[in-house]
DNA sequence: TTCCGGCGGC
DNA sequence: GCCGCCGGAA
């Protein structure tokens, strides 16, 4: 059922982590192993934003610097805690104190090292063990979240399905090296293969067996099939300059994937090739663009020289 | 009785 | 993403 992947697994593999350790986003619980920092970490990331989370995790750790801290602490201040920074869903906070305990008084203040064992720590599922169990101690599964299952889908074209999501993921990731796997996948989930596309902008390492990447179809699970109204026409209008900036011509069917993902060719509104058709005009009459033939969705782009 | 999948609340 | 609850299956 791994038929999805590609024949050189090899190869997309160190293409990967390759890109990831040239260059990414450094975040404090990306620099330990240590499992509580790690815990602490995934439990706010499940509900806020990663930037409010990194005042947050230095704030929490400042305060409660390690597991037996923690569980020593009273319910009550860690519960306002989380409601002092805006983190949302006490129960997390019960959870986490609760889960702080359970180490100290079950396993002599030492984290089990297994996902199997992480996931009877309260508020630790499948989840949260597996991704504990990988960046604390490189002894992980591949992790299957959105990010991973929307870069699997466009790629590879992995199904729409639980399952072949988990197979396909553990069969891409290379054998013990769940913390720099997880890490890298998730980077690329969030840094080039967002809802919207940025293949290459971030240099994405997988264009060259990415399926997106040559038909243009970058639908995903998360990826609404008719997104609200999430963009203003001036700002398609960079997005058309900026696609243009990295390819020397487009047609406007190769063209309307990388301004939206919803872009389909036919009927006459938003998102057709005659809206996009509209737009690049536009820049055409402003000087920007040229179209350098005309022949329907063919019909080829270029930035004006 | 216990186990599992689905669903809603947090 | 996790928990808790529920109904149906074993």
């Not at 404090?28 to 602490?40: E, G, K, Q, S």
Request: proline share 5%.
């Amino acid at each position: 059922m791994t038929d999805h992947l590609p024949d050189d697994r090899d190869a997309v593999r160190e293409a990967l982590i390759a890109w990831y350790e040239a260059d990414h986003r450094e975040f404090p619980w990306r620099r330990t192993d240590d499992a509580y920092r790690i815990l602490v970490s995934e439990v706010m990331s499940q509900q806020t934003q990663l930037s409010r989370v990194e005042e947050a995790y230095a704030d929490f750790l400042d305060r409660w610097p390690a597991v037996s801290d923690l569980a020593s602490a009273e319910r009550g201040e860690v519960v306002s805690f989380w409601s002092g920074h805006s983190l949302g869903y006490n129960n997390r906070a019960k959870y986490l104190h609760e889960a702080a305990t359970q180490v100290v008084e079950e396993y002599d203040g030492e984290f089990p090292t297994d996902p199997d064992e992480l996931q009877e720590l309260m508020g630790v599922g499948p989840y949260t063990a597996n991704a504990v169990a990988s960046f604390a101690f490189d002894n992980g599964d591949a992790v299957v979240d959105t990010n991973v299952k929307r870069v699997l889908h466009r790629a590879f074209g992995v199904p729409d399905d639980d399952a072949a999501f988990a197979e396909a993921a553990s069969a891409l990731m290379p054998a013990g090296e769940s913390r720099v796997w997880n890490n890298a996948i998730m980077e690329l989930g969030g840094v080039a293969c967002g809802q919207s596309p940025r293949c290459d902008e971030a240099g994405c390492p997988w264009r060259r067996w990415c399926r997106a990447y040559e038909t243009g179809d970058f639908t995903a699970p998360d990826v609404p099939e008719q997104p609200s109204f999430e963009g203003s026409r001036r700002q398609f209008r960079g997005k058309v300059v900026r696609a243009l900036g990295n390819h020397d011509e487009l047609t406007l069917d190769e063209l309307g994937p990388r301004i939206r993902v919803d872009y389909s060719p036919d009927g006459d509104g938003e998102g057709s090739r005659t809206w996009l058709r509209g737009l690049v005009d536009d820049l055409a009459d402003d000087g920007l663009v040229e179209v350098a033939a005309d022949d329907g969705g063919a019909t080829r782009i270029r930035l004006r020289a």
